[in-house]
Structure formats: C-alpha cells, structure tokens
C-alpha cells in the first residue's frame, strides 16, 4: 500500500516505518525537521534494508502537500507531524494550535482533493484529562487540561466530522499512553531536544551520565510507593498498532478512536529499580515537589484495541528498559546533529 507518513522522521513515526518497509509498504515521509533529523531516516533505511522518498516540508504548507499527495498518490496517511510538549504548549499556545489544528485541517483538505480517505492519528491518553474513574476507557469524558491535550482532542473532533460528512473516509484515532523503548538495533531511538520532560528519556540521560540526578516530582500520591504510576508502553508495540490500524481502516467507515497501552502500570520507582537492573547503572534521584497538572496514576483499558484490531502489546517494561539503555549507551547524545 502507498502510505504518506507525516512526521515519520521522529521517534514514533521512525519505529512504525521499520515495520511498515517490512511488511513492503511503500512509504514517502512529509516531515520539516522541526523536532528530528534525517539521519534517523538513513538508518530506517539500513535496519528495514529498504528505500523510500521524504519530502521536506511543513504540514501548514497546502501547496507543498497538494505537490507530494499528486506525485505519490497516498492511499493511506499515518499522520504523526506536530508539537508534542505540555509545558511549551502553555507558553505557546498559538503556535501548537497552528501546527497541530491548522496543520492537521491543511493535511485533510488535501487528502479529500487527491480522493485519499484513510487516515492514523496519533492522538493521546492526555485527551481524558483528570480521571474520573480507572482505567481510562475510551468512553471517558474528555476534559484535557493543557493547550497540547486540547490540540490532540480538537483534532479528534475534526477528523470525526470530515468523516461523518464523507461516507467514504476512515479514521483511526490512536490514544497512546506513555511510549517508551527503542528498535532494539540500538541504532534508533528518542531524542529529546534540550532537557528531557518525560521520565524515561531522563532516567536514560542520567544513567549515561549527562544529567546528574533524576528530580521526582512528588512521592505523596495515592499510589503503592507514593510516586505517578503510568501505563508505559513499548514502542515496536506501538508500531504494530499502527500497522493493525491501516489494515483495519481499509475494510470499514467512519472514526473509532481506540487506546493503546498494556492495561498495567509501573510507578517512577519501580521504572528506576527496572532501568538500573537493565543497565547496571546507579539511577540517583532526588524527591521534589509535584509537578504542575500531574495526575496519580494514568492507565488505559485495553480492550477495544484487541477486540477491533486484534493488536495487545507483547513487551515489558524490562523489554523498555533494555532497548532504551541499548539506545542511550551506544549513541549517549543521540543523532547528535540537531
Ligand atoms: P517527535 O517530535 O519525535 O516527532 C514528530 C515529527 O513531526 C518530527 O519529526 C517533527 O520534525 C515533525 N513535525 C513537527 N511539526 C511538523 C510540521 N508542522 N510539519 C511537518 N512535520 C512536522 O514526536 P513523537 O514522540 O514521535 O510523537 C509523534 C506523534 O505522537 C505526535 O503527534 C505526538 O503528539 C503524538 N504523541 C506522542 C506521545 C509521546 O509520548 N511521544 C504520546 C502521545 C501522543
Ligand atoms: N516524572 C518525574 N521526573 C521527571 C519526569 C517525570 O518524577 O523528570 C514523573 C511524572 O511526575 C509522572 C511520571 O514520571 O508521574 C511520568 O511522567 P512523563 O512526563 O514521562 O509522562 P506523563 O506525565 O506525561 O504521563
């Protein structure tokens, strides 16, 4: 299948294309570079033995769009292209609703122009906002409490109405939980501009010695050992999802939006004890304050992702761990080219 990938030069969008050149998609990637490199391209490349085209250019850009969907003739868009951080977002709010609404509105015009009416979406579990009861299914109220949650859920609302106005077109909305883990070539991975926000990639930055101590925003929640519980999920897992989405999508209508997560969680301690063990390094940390709109525990229901697309995640947080220390300490400043 011809699939225009938004975005696939970052840290999802590069794992799924490892699987997509795989099963021998055909792929272009669309991508500005904003929060990437092209080398994690070359080296999608030599891992899947395989070559695609990339076009550079910025979502917003309908011209450049319009130019690549008539050249390539998508069948299908897996579109992971936009800004990804909660705390930039409440700086910025204008620029990530640009990006992310006014992005995501140019990329649906054009696909109804070149008559391509599938489409992945990355959305977030941060769409549910505080919860009001766990696990978070997908029936949960939407009440997103940042700027970025609320690009993630307005874009959702959107894609609902442009498929309910084209009786045609096919949406699969992708609520992720916390993807962590790297190919386990150890040649891609996450590769966090500046100060790392999310646990996993800090941890890894310390363990490889670039960051001195672990900050742990808060150890007095109503959680087993006091510390955030998440439902961290792998990756490749997430990749696989994907590829079972667009299978999915090619054989029905309309919009579903299903979570992907494992159904379990793991706390920030049990994550440091997990990533030390793969390691064999020592993780210090320090206990801090709670973190700004932080919530205590965050786990998905997974059984719609099963029951409509066959697809429930298969790795561990060992499996997490490892491929990330494998990632880390073989490239410790990652592409290195930014
Ligand atoms: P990433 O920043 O690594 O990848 C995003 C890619 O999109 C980058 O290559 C970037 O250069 C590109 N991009 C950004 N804005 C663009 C634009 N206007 N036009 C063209 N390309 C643009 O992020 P990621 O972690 O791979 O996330 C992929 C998607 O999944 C994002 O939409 C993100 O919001 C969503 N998501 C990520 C997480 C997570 O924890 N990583 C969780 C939930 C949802
Ligand atoms: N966390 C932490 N220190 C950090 C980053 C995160 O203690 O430097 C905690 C955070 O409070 C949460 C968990 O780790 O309980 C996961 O945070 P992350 O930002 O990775 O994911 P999110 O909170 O967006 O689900």
């Known amino acids: ?29 669309y991508d500005n570079y904003s929060n990437s490199s092209p080398e994690a391209l070359n080296r999608v490349k030599q891992i899947a033995n395989a070559d695609f085209n990339v076009c550079e250019g910025d979502i917003q850009d309908a011209g450049k769009l319009n130019e690549a969907f008539g050249s390539f003739r998508p069948e299908a868009v897996m579109h992971f292209a936009g800004l990804k951080a909660v705390g930039e977002s409440n700086e910025k709010p204008l620029e990530y609703y640009a990006q992310n609404v006014s992005g995501s509105i140019e990329l649906l015009k054009v696909m109804q122009r070149h008559e391509c009416r599938r489409i992945v979406f990355s959305s977030s579990a941060t769409v549910y906002g505080n919860a009001k009861y766990l696990p978070y299914d997908e029936h949960h109220p939407m009440q997103p409490t940042n700027p970025y949650g609320r690009t993630k859920y307005f874009v959702e609302e959107i894609i609902r109405d442009w498929t309910a106005s084209w009786g045609e077109a096919s949406a699969i909305l992708l609520r992720y939980f916390n993807p962590v883990g790297a190919d386990p070539s150890g040649r891609i991975g996450e590769d966090p501009n500046g100060m790392p926000n999310n646990l996993v990639p800090y941890i890894s930055q310390v363990a490889v010695g670039r960051l001195k101590h672990l900050k742990i925003f808060g150890a007095d929640y109503e959680t087993r050992d006091g510390t955030g519980e998440r439902d961290y999920i792998h990756v490749e897992d997430l990749a696989r999802a994907h590829l079972a989405a667009i299978e999915f999508s090619e054989a029905t209508t309309g919009c579903e939006a299903i979570n992907v997560g494992t159904g379990g969680g793991a706390t920030v301690f049990e994550m440091i004890k997990a990533f030390e063990h793969a390691s064999g390094q020592v993780v210090p940390y320090e206990i801090g304050p709670r973190r700004d709109g932080d919530v ?33 300490s073989n490239n410790p400043y990652g592409y290195g080219s930014k």
């Open 1 to 29: 299948m011809r699939i225009l990938v938004t975005g696939g030069a970052g840290y999802i969008g590069s794992h799924t294309l490892i699987q997509l050149l795989r099963e021998g998609h055909n792929v272009l990637v």
């Open 296 to 328: 205590a525990r965050s786990l998905a229901a997974v059984d719609k992702a099963e029951r409509l697309l066959g697809w429930r995640a298969k790795l561990s947080v060992a499996d997490m761990c490892k491929t990330t220390w494998n990632w880390q």
